[in-house]
């Protein structure tokens, strides 16, 4: 059976700009929460989220992309992916096998909730040029088509919290089937005042900070940002002469449907795609060196994860590294599960299992080695990557190092 590697990393995250500089971050435990400036928050009890910062755009696009804040964020990305991979302007093959699978919460929100506050009344209102910036949510991956030629399939993976790790499963079933040779994949996603209402009002965002696992975990944090990934057919990037950086070795879907919002509580959905995961990378659960946890910050969420970490690794559970990422990025939605898989790789190429920060009170029912606070040297050969969505819907990836 062929093989899915992947070739280039991209990032955009509240910590960094670009892979370095966001992985400088992660392995130093820096906090990328701040106080809101997207809009203005005095009405809500809660002012913080991970915003990007210091993001300068020297692209010359055409104005509706550059007015388009997850089109930037993911064109970024996508670049700094595409020039490691070494395909960033290479014409020599056929692009109508060049794929494309981008996962995000809802697009691009804030401009229509700019067409609330339009004059309907007036013929010229602007409404069209908004419209047309970022209706419908494929205009990232139409974007993406236009500036890079890819010219193969192209998706747009709209599952909430794991649309990420569900487009790079539909990327790696492409490659495996020999349908196309190169898949750019990944999520991008910003903070539009809609989303930050809808988690404030279900009373899930923390006020100050992020704590996965936490005794004291008061919630999320909303983050924004974009991760890609260069996947590929491992005989078509050994024949042009890429450097591999990691393989993807498998993956599991499942829908719990327990609860619009609340995860099972014994968590049956993670453990079936987990479980599924391994079964198809064809490892045992000792093989698993590093698990990048969804760990939101919430309290079932992070109980449950932990109850169906312990399902299925059993006794092993407890000898596994198990971080979360997102104490220090924040949620970044449908970007998430794919900037978490960048990171995935990054562990695999570095041997750095990135801290889960703000940890200070172990919660009894939240056991496992979470890396508290301080990022740890670890040799590792095969990593999961977990995201749990709203509605049931959990996907599980798992990378691992070339042998």
């Not at 991209?10 to 130093?28: M, N, Y």
């Not at 964020?73 to 014409?91: F, H, I, M, N, P």
């Not at 794929?99 to 401009?111: C, D, F, K, Q, R």
């Not at 970490?309 to 449908?334: Q, W």
């Amino acid at each position: 059976m062929s093989k899915v590697v992947i070739t280039g990393l991209g990032l955009v995250t509240p910590v960094g700009i670009g892979v370095r500089e966001s992985w400088e971050s992660f392995i130093q435990g820096r906090n990328g929460a701040n106080e809101m400036k997207s809009f203005d928050t005095s009405k809500y009890k809660v002012h913080r989220s991970c915003e990007v910062k210091n993001f300068q755009w020297d692209f010359a696009l055409e104005n509706q992309i550059r007015e388009n804040t997850i089109h930037k964020y993911v064109y970024y990305a996508a670049r700094e992916a595409l020039q490691e991979s070494g395909l960033l302007g290479d014409t020599r093959f056929n692009r109508e096998r060049f794929s494309l699978a981008i996962g995000t919460l809802a697009a691009e929100l804030t401009p229509f909730e700019r067409l609330l506050r339009l004059d309907v009344s007036k013929k010229d209102n602007g409404f069209d040029k908004i419209v047309a910036a970022v209706y419908p949510p494929n205009s990232i991956t139409n974007m993406l088509s236009q500036n890079f030629d890819f010219e193969g399939p192209a998706m747009i993976s709209l599952n909430a919290c794991s649309s990420g790790n569900h487009a790079i499963a539909w990327a790696y079933d492409l490659l495996i089937d020999n349908k196309v040779d190169v898949v750019m994949v990944g999520g991008g996603d910003m903070i539009p005042q809609t989303e930050f209402t809808h988690f404030h009002n279900l009373k899930a965002l923390a006020p100050e900070r992020c704590q996965p696992f936490d005794k004291n975990r008061q919630g999320l944090m909303i983050g924004e940002g974009a991760g890609i990934l260069i996947m590929e057919r491992y005989e078509f990037a050994r024949e042009r002469g890429a450097m591999i950086i990691a393989e993807m070795s498998g993956y599991g879907l499942s829908c719990d449907g327990f609860h619009m919002t609340a995860p099972h509580p014994e968590g049956d959905g993670a453990v079936k795609c987990m479980s599924d995961a391994l079964k198809m990378a064809k490892l045992s659960p000792r093989q698993i060196g590093y698990i990048n946890a969804h760990g939101t910050g919430t309290p079932h969420n992070d109980r449950t994860e932990t109850i169906a970490i312990k399902r299925v690794f059993n006794e092993d559970a407890y000898k596994i590294p198990c971080s979360s990422t997102k104490s220090m990025i924040g949620h970044l939605m449908g970007a998430a599960s794919a900037v978490e898989s960048v990171v995935c790789c990054l562990t695999l190429r570095h041997g750095i299992v990135p801290p889960t920060i703000n940890y200070e009170t172990p919660d009894p029912e939240c056991d496992l080695d979470y890396v508290p606070n301080a990022a740890r040297e670890v040799k590792v050969d095969h990593i999961v990557n977990n995201s749990f969505a709203f509605g049931g819907n959990n996907a599980t990836t798992i990378f691992s190092r070339m042998g």
